[in-house]
T-cell receptor, first 119, second 114 residues
Framework: EAGVTQFPSHSVIEKGQTVTLRCDPI?????LYWYRRVMGKEIKFLLH????????ESGMPNNRFLAERTGGTYSTLKVQPAELEDSGVYFC?????????????????FGPGTRLTVL | AQSVTQLGSHVSVSEGALVLLRCNYS??????LFWYVQYPNQGLQLLLK??????LVKGINGFEAEFKKSETSFHLTKPSAHMSDAAEYFC????????????FGAGTRLAVHP
């Protein structure tokens, strides 16, 4: 079974440009999460999809970030325009819906991350 | 609000020595607790999790962690370190019964030397 995949693995862009990150979750996983780790700091939650719907986007830093999950399959995270402070590693994770619709302790499976550098 | 504190951003041990990585949490409700490991150029992998069952949790690769409510701790241990254990380790917490958003600590990088 394929794991969570992310593309690209690395991206280097100039300040002001646009970048789109993609995440393909494990097949059948309705939950999809985005996290970000800025250099030397903790991994922080950005948002959570259940199928195609945004369940929680409380961690999105500002309106320069736009996440979509068309058809409830893969997800994209667009940063437009990128700023220096957006540099970091962006992780995607997916998990199944638990029994009775509860999320509880279902393991989140993480992708390898996309390292974004904004110059 | 929930938070996680990992004491020591870098820990170095000798091969064969005890590994102890510290994690303290704060949570207003009973938490679920996790340890993840990240090897170079890989994603985060779940080592073990506490979900209100046994307080001593055994995970993969010989790691275990003990949930101590009185100390609000969930320290990760391994009796004998291997070179292959060199990686970065993350403690995380989430609300039981919540939507499973993970709150992470800052991570501890473990170095194992011969």
């Amino acid at each position: 079974e394929a794991g969570v995949t992310q593309f690209p693995s690395h991206s280097v862009i100039e300040k002001g440009q646009t970048v789109t990150l993609r995440c393909d979750p494990i097949s059948g996983h309705d939950n999809l999460y985005w996290y970000r780790r800025v250099m030397g700091k903790e991994i922080k939650f950005l948002l959570h999809f259940v199928k195609e719907s945004k369940q929680d986007e409380s961690g999105m830093p500002n309106n320069r970030f736009l996440a979509e999950r068309t058809g409830g399959t893969y997800s994209t995270l667009k940063v437009q325009p990128a700023e220096l402070e957006d540099s970091g590693v962006y992780f995607c994770a997916s998990s199944q819906i638990g029994k009775g619709g509860l999320f509880m302790d279902n393991e989140q499976f993480f992708g390898p991350g996309t390292r974004l550098t904004v110059l | 609000a929930q938070s996680v504190t990992q004491l020591g951003s870098h820990v170095s041990v000798s091969e064969g020595a005890l590994v102890l990585l510290r994690c303290n949490y704060s949570s207003s409700v009973p938490p679920y607790l996790f340890w993840y490991v990240q090897y170079p150029n890989q994603g985060l992998q779940l080592l073990l999790k506490y979900t209100s069952a046994a307080t001593l949790v055994k995970g993969i690769n010989g790691f275990e962690a003990e949930f101590k409510k009185s100390e609000t701790s969930f320290h990760l241990t391994k009796p004998s370190a291997h070179m292959s254990d060199a990686a970065e380790y993350f403690c995380a917490v989430t609300l039981s019964g919540g939507y499973n958003k993970l709150i992470f600590g800052a991570g501890t990088r473990l170095a194992v030397h011969p």
